[in-house]
């Protein structure tokens, strides 16, 4: 039974964080893009990519679980992804700062 109570508390912290922090994240970064072109990519992040990244940590787990290892292999493949997916958002960031001053800039000097 604990083992159950940890995996719904996690599923809600880790839901509850997507909804407060991730999306809204993500969302500003499809602020700077034209409209036309944030709708189509958004469709397209929304189907393709989300269903396409559950469906590869499905089968890496599947796997993983193949091979006769546990938990902890799924855990240490996790963790080059996560790396990955931090680097990629820290650089995006630091692009959408580096956008907000230039137009500040510009705004300012006119």
């Excluded at 407060?20 to 393709?48: G, H, M, Q, S, W």
């Excluded at 590869?56 to 292999?73: E, K, N, R, V, Y």
């Excluded at 996560?82 to 510009?106: H, N, P, Q, V, Y």
Aim: aromatic share 10%; proline share 5%; charged share 20%.
């Amino acid at each position: 039974m604990p083992t159950i109570t940890a995996i719904v508390v996690f599923q809600v912290l880790r839901r509850a964080g997507n909804f407060a922090i991730a999306k809204p994240i993500r969302e500003v970064l499809f602020t700077v893009v034209p409209r036309e072109n944030r709708y189509k990519a958004k469709n397209f992040i929304d189907t393709v990519v989300y269903l396409t990244g559950g469906q590869l940590g499905a089968w890496t787990f599947t796997g993983i679980a193949a091979l006769g290892l546990g938990s902890t292999a799924v855990a240490v493949t996790a963790v080059p992804p996560s790396i990955a997916w931090l680097l990629i958002s820290l650089w995006l960031g630091s692009r959408l700062e580096k956008r907000d001053d230039r137009a500040r800039g510009g705004a300012d000097a006119v």
